[in-house]
Structure formats: C-alpha cells, structure tokens
C-alpha cells in the first residue's frame, strides 16, 4: 500500500510549550530539535496504535480494477485464466489508514502516471463506525491505479487529543531528550508510553 501524507498535522506552539515545561526548560535554544522529537513521537504514536492520531490529508493508490468480475461468457471460456478470471469478487478495496474522517476525491492513474478524476458515478465509497474505509471502482476505464484522497484523524488538532495518548507522545519526545548524549539501547516506546496507548491500539491479525 502505497501511502503519503498531502498535509500533514500541525503541531501547535502549545505543543511545544508543553512539553519544555515536562523538561524544565525556559530558553529556546532547543526549540527546533524538541519540535522535531515532538514530530517523531507523533509518528512512533502513529505506528503503535495503527491510529492517525490528529487529522490530516492523507492519499493512498488501490490497484485496478476493484469492481465486481462477472463469470466469463461460454465463447470466453477457453481463453480465460481459472481461477483469477473466474473469480466471483466483492470488488471492496480498504483503505490502511484509519479513522477517515471524509473521501475527498478519486483519480484514475493510467500507465504513464498520468491521472483524471474520477466521477461519483465510477466509484462507490464506505466509511465505517470504527473508521476503516472501503472504495469500490465499478468502472475503472482502462486505469491500472486509483489515487485515493482522504481526510483521516481521532481528533481535530494537539487539544483534542485524549489525554494519555497527548501525554505519550510528550512523554516519548522527553525520554529521547534526555537519552539524547546516550547510547541507549531501550525498546522505543517505552513501558510507560506504551501503558499510556494501549487502550487505543489496533490490532490486526496476520
């Protein structure tokens, strides 16, 4: 799954400030490397939870075509591969990221990597209680690749986060401060940011 990130999320002065007052820190000498562990966190936040964990624009590419395959007619059949031509599919293709907030848009990649956007009419999207996103294309015409655009995030922006989740990744960020001069080898995130998270994670099975 190819995925990238549009517009990613801000993290705001408070952030920051936050976190300086977790260090005991009053000068802005530091101010771009403890934003740019505040950034870090966030994305360790990102992986362990299998969360976006503020909303940001994000685009993923599904292959094509995802649409329903139909049994192949009598003329066809002696030509047709079994069982992929045959195959009877749901044609639902989900997203990796979640929780979608709203699909923004859709556009057909053809094999040059040129791309066209795609009506509400070739396409049908789902978005679940839980978050996950699901795309069908029912007419692909002749497109090898769809790029998916998508809003996705559990809170708004730094001060909607839930508490022990902000709290973590400010945690996280400072315990990499202070191993900074260090050659620490401990298991990131630690014991007591993962204690902070796990309520939040996603599990998935293999």
């Given at each position: 799954?190819?995925?990238?990130?549009?517009?990613?999320?801000?993290?705001?002065?408070?952030?920051?400030?936050?976190?300086k007052?977790w260090?005991?820190?009053?000068?802005?000498?530091?101010?771009?490397?403890?934003?740019?562990?505040?950034?870090?966190?966030?994305?360790?936040?990102?992986?362990?939870?299998?969360?976006?964990?503020?909303?940001?624009?994000?685009e993923?590419?599904?292959?094509?075509?995802?649409?329903?395959?139909?049994?192949?007619?009598?003329?066809?059949?002696?030509?047709?591969?079994?069982?992929?031509?045959?195959?009877?599919?749901?044609?639902?293709?989900?997203?990796?990221?979640?929780?979608v907030?709203?699909?923004?848009?859709?556009?057909?990649?053809?094999?040059?990597?040129?791309?066209?956007a795609?009506?509400?009419?070739?396409?049908?999207?789902?978005?679940?209680?839980?978050?996950?996103?699901?795309?069908?294309?029912?007419?692909?015409?002749?497109?090898?690749?769809?790029?998916?655009?998508?809003?996705a995030g559990?809170?708004?922006?730094?001060?909607?986060?839930?508490?022990?989740?902000?709290?973590?990744?400010?945690?996280?960020?400072?315990h990499?401060?202070?191993?900074?001069?260090?050659n620490?080898?401990?298991?990131?995130?630690?014991?007591?940011?993962?204690?902070?998270?796990?309520?939040?994670?996603?599990?998935?099975?293999?």
């Amino acid at each position: 799954m190819m995925r990238i990130i549009v517009t990613p999320a801000v993290l705001p002065p408070a952030a920051l400030a936050e976190l300086k007052d977790w260090l005991g820190i009053t000068s802005t000498a530091d101010d771009a490397s403890l934003s740019a562990l505040l950034a870090t966190a966030l994305d360790v936040c990102t992986d362990f939870i299998g969360l976006m964990p503020i909303a940001c624009t994000l685009e993923e590419n599904v292959p094509l075509p995802t649409d329903r395959r139909p049994i192949p007619a009598p003329a066809d059949w002696q030509v047709r591969d079994y069982p992929g031509d045959w195959a009877m599919t749901p044609g639902w293709h989900g997203l990796a990221t979640k929780p979608v907030i709203a699909i923004a848009s859709v556009q057909g990649i053809a094999a040059d990597n040129s791309r066209t956007a795609l009506t509400t009419t070739q396409y049908q999207t789902r978005i679940e209680a839980d978050g996950s996103a699901r795309i069908r294309v029912s007419d692909p015409a002749g497109f090898t690749r769809a790029a998916v655009r998508f809003a996705a995030g559990l809170a708004a922006d730094w001060g909607s986060l839930p508490m022990p989740i902000r709290h973590g990744i400010m945690r996280l960020a400072a315990h990499q401060y202070r191993s900074r001069d260090t050659n620490s080898t401990d298991a990131l995130p630690p014991a007591s940011v993962t204690a902070l998270w796990r309520p939040w994670r996603q599990m998935h099975l293999a």
